[in-house]
């Protein structure tokens, strides 16, 4: 009996060491997973532009990220790799310089360009942006209207505003480190992408405007695709885009549709110069038509006045009709901005909205009914 006890006991050790031999390898294997899948989702390429000027990119993430190392700060441009991202981005720029981060500039709303203005105004840093960002729902501390300069030690920062991918956007030239930022006005892997904001003629004329500054040697940082570009890329990428602009507006005007614009052998040739394939999607056509080429009307100034006032709707929120550089605005606090252009005299489309979106004034400008696309909704002036 004595020798089955001790029989069932050398077992029982066994057994248990054995299970715990087990969960240890398995505990360890688990280990070594999640190290190499934190190694994976920290990896970023990275370029040096200067001794204190860098350009980050998430290998899982597309935004170009510039990290600015001052005397005493950092400065950071569009700082997001993803959502769930934001400590891993901060450990990358930690690799760089442990000086706290004292100003994030956003080149402009997009929330893969300011989603992490929160988790980095948390960690003390003021959030510098356009003032129209008011109308989106990004985080902001100081805002600007024109133009805007930041003096640090040793650079001076220079902030122009031209709408054209959205309306706030932020060209951002260091002048001693001779770079400068573009944002999604500039893009080395997409197609011109200007339906928000300023359409063909602000696209061109912000790009007109990074190229009056700087030297032949200054560097351009695009909003995604390559880290960085030069003046030479820029004005090719400028010339295509005017190609780009007018091949359109020509095969619109006599009557071609999206679809058949898309297979057009010159705007295939230009895709491939934009984004690396010829394949267009009748979206991109679409936008960029009701953005520049919808069928407008001119009204005289007193009548787009006269629409100006805040519209309440039935849920209480209310959008503000503004009468603004002889452009009629639409625009909700933390929601939206657009321009609208005469379809008629109390008919207005809803500039580079698809599908088609319209404000229709009633009752002698009293009333508006907005379409969204799907259903009307009605506000009384108030």
Not at 19 to 34: D, F, G, M, R
Not at 144 to 163: P, W
Not at 246 to 263: H, P, V
Not at 275 to 297: A, L, M
Request: glycine residues 6%.
């Amino acid at each position: 009996m004595k020798y089955i006890k001790q029989l069932v006991l050398v077992f029982l050790s066994f057994f248990f060491t054995s299970c715990s031999n087990s969960k240890t390898k398995e505990k360890a294997e688990t280990l070594v997973q999640n190290e190499a899948r934190l190694k994976q989702e920290l990896g970023f390429i990275q370029q040096k532009i200067t001794d204190n000027l860098y350009v980050l990119k998430s290998n899982n993430y597309n935004t170009n990220v510039g990290v600015f190392i001052g005397n005493k700060e950092i400065l950071l441009i569009d700082p997001m790799t993803g959502s769930n991202n934001h400590h891993t981005l901060l450990e990358k720029i930690r690799e760089l310089s442990n000086k706290p981060i004292k100003y994030v500039i956003n080149t402009h709303h997009h929330e893969d360009h300011s989603g992490a203005n929160s988790f980095f105004a948390e960690l003390g840093a003021t959030i510098i942006s356009q003032e129209n960002i008011k109308y989106t729902s990004a985080k902001y501390d100081v805002i600007f209207k024109d133009n805007y300069t930041l003096n640090l030690e040793n650079e001076k920062i220079e902030l122009y505003h031209i709408t054209s991918h959205t309306f706030d956007d932020v060209l951002i030239y260091f002048t001693e480190n001779n770079t400068i930022f573009m944002g999604d006005t500039y893009m080395t892997n997409f197609f011109p992408h200007y339906y928000y904001g300023g359409g063909g003629k602000g696209h061109i004329e912000f790009i007109s405007k990074a190229l009056s500054l700087g030297n032949k040697n200054t560097t351009i940082v695009a909003g995604h695709g390559k880290l960085s570009s030069d003046k030479a890329e820029l004005n090719t990428y400028k010339k295509n885009s005017i190609k780009w602009i007018e091949r359109i507006k020509e095969l619109s005007l006599i009557g071609k549709s999206a679809n058949e614009i898309t297979q057009d052998i010159e705007i295939k040739e230009l895709a491939l110069t934009f984004s690396g394939n010829n394949n267009v999607h009748p979206q991109t056509i679409e936008k960029t038509i009701s953005v520049d080429y919808n069928s407008i009307i001119p009204l005289p100034e007193d009548v787009l006045k006269s629409y100006e006032g805040m519209y309440q709707y039935k849920n209480e929120k209310i959008d503000e009709l503004i009468f603004q550089d002889k452009k009629l605005i639409l625009r909700r606090k933390g929601t939206y901005i657009f321009e609208l252009s005469a379809l008629s005299n109390t008919k207005f489309h809803i500039r580079g909205q698809v599908p088609y979106r319209y404000i229709t004034f009633s009752n002698g400008g009293k009333e508006l009914t907005y379409f969204n696309g799907k259903e009307n909704q009605i506000a009384k002036r108030k």
